[in-house]
């Protein structure tokens, strides 16, 4: 199968598809940039997610400790 592509007038990083339609993109630095701003921005998300259940044991910690010196103060009163 013998590829068939048309320049996209107006648009000098995109060809059609002749035999499927479909809108190609050919600057391959671009697409190549685009996918390791994806992954980045993965990454970042994933650190957020992780910051947020360290934030969330330490509160709970935190709240357990307060308990436990309340109740010791309850005892030596």
Known sequence: MS???AEVEGYPHL???MDTGALLNINFDA???????KKLKSKIKQ?????EERLTLLENDISEIKSMISELIKSYK
Do not use: A, M
């Not at 697409?31 to 701003?37: D, I």
């Not at 650190?47 to 910051?51: D, V």
């Open 3 to 5: 590829k068939n592509y």
């Open 31 to 37: 697409v190549r940039q685009f996918r390791e701003q």
């Open 15 to 17: 060809v059609r598809d």
């Open 47 to 51: 650190r957020e997610l992780q910051t």
